[in-house]
């Protein structure tokens, strides 16, 4: 099995900075991709980025935030720069391995104007 762990989460200016951390343990190996989603009540859960093979960004977070992993240590960050207060949600770390799908339970961003 795999946890994921979130952190980082807090309340936050509007034009401040926050560092969510995700760390792994358990049976971490072929890992496709780990990323980033964010989920408001009443919305669906949305992309906000992943690093595989490639990185990809939700086009409202671009230039803003900036996703990156510590293989030797499992962990995957986001660091999210010039908040809004449309960036306020739950935000869930997941990893995508051959097997199947984890995610954390969530840290909560709150950005106020």
């Known amino acids: 099995q795999v946890q994921l762990v979130e952190s980082g989460g807090g309340l936050v200016q509007a034009g401040g900075s926050l560092r969510l951390s995700c760390a792994a343990s358990?049976?971490?190996?072929?890992?496709?991709?780990m990323g980033w989603y964010r989920q408001v009540p009443g919305k669906q859960r949305e992309l906000v980025a992943i690093?595989?093979?490639?990185?990809v960004y939700a086009d409202s977070v671009k230039g803003r935030f900036t996703i990156s992993r510590d293989n030797a240590k499992n962990t995957l960050y986001l660091q999210m720069n010039s908040l809004k207060p449309e960036d306020t949600a739950v935000y869930y770390c997941?990893?995508?391995?051959?097997?199947?799908?984890?995610w954390g339970k969530g840290t909560l961003v709150t950005v106020s104007s």
């Open positions: 997941n990893m995508r391995t051959s097997v199947m799908d984890y």
């Open positions: 358990g049976n971490v190996f072929r890992i496709i991709s």
């Open positions: 690093s595989g093979g490639s990185t």
